[in-house]
């Protein structure tokens, strides 16, 4: 980080496109299996400056599963409407981002960070990274494919294939000159996964290098996080991922302290519970009470990480089979966490 004194000044609005995005930007990441619809339109709530969904693949001979037709549901999602797609063939990645535009994409990110195994056995995701040319035809195919139409294109990458091989910096260079419109970069290699510490010397370097906008991504867990890592990177804006995941309000609280400096409370008893059985009525709606509850036992233990019972309460949840059993469950765990608060 950079010596005292030596603070880089926060960054001001940043563009996607026809998309602006006021100042601090903090968004949230797309992960798979969490971030669908009902998540999205929580965190955005709850300050997220955009929100992109789980990623898609660029094979839609897959687009006939449940769990497709799901992540490519946007009915009342508020704009823009930020599809991610993966895949190593540029035609396939251009035939799915047209698909996705006309379902209601309203900007394409692709996805060349994901360190899955599944994904990278494809040559897709993070494996990208080791073909820089293969990157190349994809981002100019994606972008000439997609600039006839005002679709603006951005790009989600890691620092490199593994330490010995970071090329985020190519990659970004490769990214603006085909035309793509901003880069977030997850401070770690594809070999790192989500271990040991994230570094953000990468992510300064490619911000000194690149006009177009840059994100910084990877262990922003806290408000002080935020503003720190902005200081150093320069970067225009934020991306949160595992820190969101059953702290929805990480994004105002992050937002609040990279403009004023401040610590923004933690929100009352009262209002996580409304949070919840919101978040829960959300989940049931969109897949159907049997798959709705099923997805609301792993959200609601993210919920309750660190609350006093909460894993004891977890336990009993997950066994719960409908959507009335939860929300009554949900009443009855936060009434006696309220009693106790007002109690204090």
């Not at 379902?103 to 692709?110: S, Y």
């Not at 970004?172 to 070999?191: F, L, P, Y």
């Not at 867990?221 to 990480?250: C, H, K, N, Y």
Request: charged share 25%; with cysteine; glycine share 8%.
């Amino acid at each position: 980080m950079d010596a005292p004194g030596t603070a880089r000044a926060m960054p001001g609005p940043m563009r996607i496109g026809r998309y602006e995005f006021p100042a601090p930007v903090v968004a949230l990441a797309p992960m798979a299996g969490v971030t669908d619809r009902p998540f999205r339109a929580l965190c955005r709530r709850m300050g997220a400056s955009f929100a992109a969904t789980e990623m898609v693949s660029a094979d839609q001979r897959l687009w006939t599963t449940p769990k497709s037709r799901h992540r490519m549901d946007h009915a009342g999602e508020g704009d823009p409407v930020i599809v991610q797609i993966a895949g190593a063939d540029e035609d396939m990645l251009v035939a799915a981002a047209r698909a996705n535009v006309a379902c209601g994409a309203q900007v394409i990110d692709i996805n060349m960070g994901c360190p899955a195994k599944k994904v990278c056995n494809r040559a897709a995701g993070s494996a990208l990274l080791q073909d820089e040319a293969l990157v190349a035809r994809i981002l100019e195919a994606v972008v000439d494919a997609m600039t006839p139409l005002g679709i603006p294109v951005t790009l989600k990458t890691r620092t490199g294939w593994d330490l010995d091989h970071r090329n985020a910096l190519r990659i970004a260079r490769i990214a603006a000159d085909a035309g793509v419109a901003a880069i977030a970069v997850h401070g770690r290699t594809r070999a790192c996964g989500y271990g040991g510490h994230a570094e953000y010397e990468t992510v300064r370097a490619v911000k000194a290098d690149v006009a177009i906008p840059v994100i910084a991504n990877g262990d922003i867990r806290t408000p002080e996080d935020a503003r720190s890592v902005l200081e150093f990177t320069g970067a225009d804006g934020l991306m949160i991922g595992r820190a969101a995941q059953g702290r929805p309000w990480i994004f105002r609280q992050m937002r609040h302290f990279i403009a004023a400096a401040a610590v923004l409370t933690e929100p009352g008893v009262a209002e996580v519970r409304d949070m919840i059985l919101d978040h829960l009525d959300a989940l049931h709606r969109f897949y159907g009470e049997a798959r709705g509850v099923r997805t609301a036992r792993k959200h609601l233990g993210w919920y309750l990480a660190g609350r006093p019972e909460g894993e004891t309460f977890r336990r009993m949840f997950v066994r719960l089979e409908t959507a009335a059993d939860q929300r009554r469950a949900v009443n009855g765990f936060f009434e006696e966490a309220l009693e106790k608060e007002l109690a204090a």
